[in-house]
Every structure is written in C-alpha cells, then in structure tokens.
C-alpha cells in the first residue's frame, strides 16, 4: 500500500482505495475500474454482471441463515471528475494520482482526489470482502459516468436489483443522512465570431485569471467563490474600453459540474501600453480579492508576454459583444428552499469556455429540487444565449430525488446513528445530483438514503477526505447493515 495509506484503518477500505487512486477513472473511462471490480468478485467467489452500461452489480449471500429478508443495495459510482491545476504535470489517462498524508487529510498534488466517488467505492469493495460483519442478503451497484451524466444510473437494465433498500455511499458530510436531491440539465451555447488580421506592430499577450477554489457546481455555489469566466470578461472588458487591445482568443472551466478557477485570454496589445496596463490589472486584483473576502482570497491576475506575433482576433465589435455576454450571463444562486433554512432550491453555473477558430463554444449546467423551477432556469439562459446571437442546445436533464420523511429506512438509520455516537444525525437533502432520484424511477418503491464522510473540495484540486472521519462512515455503515 502506498506510504500515504500505512496504518490506516479500516484497512479493507483504505486498500482498495489506495488501489483506485492507481486506476485511470475520469468519467467515460471507467473501464479499468470496473475490470479491478469484476476481479474483486471473482476472487472472492461472488456472482457479478455487468451490464450493457457497463455498470457492475455483485450479489453477496447473507453471511448467516438467520439473517433474511430482502436484499440492502450498496451503491456508489466507479468515476471521478479529473481536474488540475494548469502546469501540474499528470496524464488522467494513466498516472497514480499523487497522494498525500496531511495530519487527519489525505489529500494530493494540484489535482483532484477521488474520493468523490471513490471511498465509496472502497467502502463497497470492503463489505463484499469483510467476513466479520453480520449481514442479510446484499447487492453491490457500481455505476459508471456519474459525474458527466449520470448515464450508468439511466441505463441501468431493470430487474437486476431485487433489493428493496439502497445504502447511496456518494455524500460529503459526515453525521448527515440524505434524502432528497436536486435535478439538473446542461445547455451548450454556440456561435460564430468573424476573425480580422491584428493591428501592425501590436504584441500578443496572455492573461490569466487564476488563484480561486472552484468546486462543486452544487454544492459550493452559496459558498460566494469566485468565477474565472465572470472576472476575465470583467477585466477584459475594462481593458478593452481603456487601451489598444483585441481579443484573439478566450477559454475557460473544464467540467459543467465545477465552478471554473482558470480562465485564459490571448490579447493583441499596444507595446506602449502594457506598463498602464498592468497598473490597471494590480488595482482590479485588489478589488476583486477585497470583494471575495475570505471565501476566495487568493485570485490572481497574470499577464505574460508570448513569443509569437499575434495574426487573427476577433473583430472588435463581435468580441465587446462576446465580453458583455459573458460578463452579464447569469451564474449563481437563483432561489432558496423555503421549508429547508439554508438549502438552495436553484442555480445556475457558467462553467466552460472554448474558442476554436472562428467557433466560440459555451457550455452551462442547471440545478433546481423544483422540476419546473428547473425548466424555468434553463428556459430562462437559453432566452439568454439566444439573444445575443448564440445557437442553443440542451440535454433532456435528469430527476430529482423527492425527500421522503416516512421512510423506514431513515428511521433504522437515525436511530443506528443515535445508538453509535449519542447524537441524532442531521436529516438533509442535497442540491446537487445524486444517482437516487433515476434509481427510484427505475425501481420504483426503492426506499434509499445516501451518507458518506467529510469530504471537502470535491471537484476541484482542493479535494481532500477526513481520515477520521472515513472511520466513523464506516463503524456506522457497518451497524447499519448488521441491522437490516
């Protein structure tokens, strides 16, 4: 096991982690993940499927005659969001995640973790090994493409589970049982800009908004972080309106469910004005930093020098027009939940930006617990787009997760919890997409929970998990299998 990992425990569960962390497994390249499953379950003499997805499903007898009933779905999802940090030298598609023990943190190096969904996965890989807990029938469900469309969860073939519980391993927060989540649906925005030859003489530079958290689109969009695409229109715009600059190029964010923390410009600039420039750029870092307080203090501004001669840029008054597109487009919250004190009900994220040629590419996600509040929202920024010239496509979206306050299994679950660490977990839904709300449309009656341990950055090159923590996910998972 890696030296990051020695003497952790539960063992069983930092093992197989430890292992995942040296399997590529960015959404859409799950395969090698779900071949170390299917090899778990055959060494371990368990029956396993995969279905056409390409999700995994492992049936465990229960480990006693007595312990009948219908089966406990264990679930979680085999990928991961597979961000870093510009200059962070890693291949996703075949390099060990670099990780790393700080104190009660097990954390990495400028890239994400996977711990979102992986010490869930872990957990589950535990159990189908543990000889040493009491449980009934269990049904292992490891689905594939969580994070960029919950496409395992979709195509999951129905009548494969038979269980009448699930157990989703896919939360962030220990000491809180979910119940309820928010729907979502992405919009991908198109147009095309007329490029013109640069004017002669001019010099291409590259400006750089860099420095901030990100994170998750759903769980940290209340958290008043910044967003790189918002604040490089902002400056671009500034810059535009003050110097001799144009706009050759500008992309940004790199996954619909982050907050984007990097965006770049390529600029053509007057050499006379780069030192007023960069005067500007200094008072409009402070500002933005004083603005974002402490929820983002570090936002930076670079501006370097290329060695190339800037040819093609977007004609003036299409890039102005691209600038305050971006600068205006929504992005935040939108609505709180009325009957949940401190759960956001709606939002919208304006994650990415590419520009290829004479092609800009915009691409949003959208999130509401309210199916026509998310109609709503999406409606609204496709308005928006079309409006200033873009051509609009949007994903049908998936469900919500409706909260069920009766559940049976929440209230095994509350009191296993209370029994385990003398407190009463805290009862919450979550605004972001769990794979629930589709499981429960295709196994209709399933009566779910999902829980998991402090994980905090999920998403973002910030990602770490509590070690602790992970201990007490879980003792209580195993006494809650051990008492259904």
Known sequence: ???????LQPEGLWKHFAALTRIPRCSKNEAAAAAYVLAEAKRLGLKVKQDGAGNVIVWKPASHKSKKGPAVVIQGH???????????????????????????????????????????VAAGLALMEATDVKHGPLEFLFTIDEETGLTGAFKLEQGLLKGTRLLNLDSEEEGALYIGCAGGLDTVA??????????????????????????????????????????????????????????????????????????????????????????????????????????DPEFTLLFEPQDALPERVVEPGEALALLRFLYACPHGMLAMTPDMPGLVQTSTNLAIVETTNEIVKVSLSHRSSVESAKKDVGAMVAAYCEMNGFLVEQSSGYPGWKPNLGSALLQTAIRVHEEEFSSRPEIKAIHAGLEC????????????????????????????????????????????????
């Open 1 to 7: 096991m890696d030296k990051a990992f020695k003497g």
């Open 78 to 120: 085999l990928d991961m969001v597979c961000e870093k940090n510009e200059g962070t030298k890693l291949d996703f598609c075949k390099d060990p995640i670099p990780v790393v023990r700080d104190g009660d943190l097990i954390k990495t190096l400028g890239t994400t973790l996977g711990a979102d969904n992986g010490i869930g």
């Open 190 to 295: 198109t147009k095309r800009v007329r490029q013109v030859r640069a004017k002669a003489g001019a010099k291409l530079f590259r400006l750089k908004a860099c420095g901030l958290k990100g994170g998750h689109s759903g769980l940290d969009i209340s958290q008043g972080r910044g967003n790189a695409l918002k604040l490089i229109a902002r400056v671009l715009l500034r810059l535009t309106r003050e110097f001799d600059l144009e706009l050759a190029s500008l992309d940004g964010g790199s996954k619909r469910n982050a907050i984007p923390r990097e965006a770049f410009a390529l600029v053509s600039v007057n050499p006379a004005q780069v030192e007023a420039i960069g005067q500007v750029l200094a008072q409009m870092q402070a500002d933005v930093r004083s603005e974002l307080g402490s929820a």
């Open 437 to 484: 709300g589709i499981i429960g449309e295709r196994y209709p009656g399933m009566d779910m929970i999902s829980f998991g341990p402090n994980i905090m950055g999920a998403h973002s090159p910030d990602e770490r998990v509590s070690i602790s923590s992970t201990g007490n996910f879980w003792k209580f998972l195993v006494a809650l299998i051990e008492s259904l």
